[in-house]
């Protein structure tokens, strides 16, 4: 649990998405091992270079069971060095296996952040669907008005268990889907 308050120097960063303190907890109570963080030698001992935090939900008879990449964070001076890759290709390893044997991975990601999707693009991940209205305020009703500025594209990479490769889909950024229209 302290390791919540050494992650605030990563979070000071503009680009980093915050959440409140019991939102972290809940992840660090339900799933430990999937919220983890790296370290770099510092003149002081240690200092977090960057941190995953992911979970895993869904149901396997649906073909949904998955781990969900809820935030991958890396600190400024640590970007560009393949650090978020290391993160979330950890990520996979420990979900690909007993005990959780996930179908897939999957993430949302904001339709103009072209830099993240590259990365995940780079990783295996590609366009499942887009979700409308995913990052606005209020849920929209219409899946044809689409808004750059706050949609969201879900990626998703498949992972062993998912033999035939069920769980991802080509032209993905052509299916569009109502935010309340996703559960798992």
Known sequence: MEDLFEISSVN???????F????????????????FKSVEPASHGHEISGYMMGKTEGQLSKKEWH?????????????????ASDL????????AVKPYEALFVDLFVKVTNSTARQL???????VYRRVIGYYGSVYPEDRNKVDDEIDAFDMRKALPMDVKNETVRENG????????????
């Open 20 to 35: 409140n303190l019991l939102f972290y907890s809940q992840y660090v109570c339900e799933w430990p091992q999937l919220f």
């Open 88 to 95: 979330c290709r950890h990520l996979e390893r420990i979900t």
């Open 12 to 18: 000071l960063d503009p680009f980093t998405e915050n």
């Open 67 to 83: 781990t969900h990449i809820t935030a991958v964070t890396v600190s400024r001076d640590y970007r560009r060095i393949g650090l």
């Open 173 to 184: 950024d052509k299916v569009y889907v109502l935010p309340q229209e996703i559960a798992f």
């Open 120 to 126: 995940y693009e780079k990783l295996g991940y590609s």
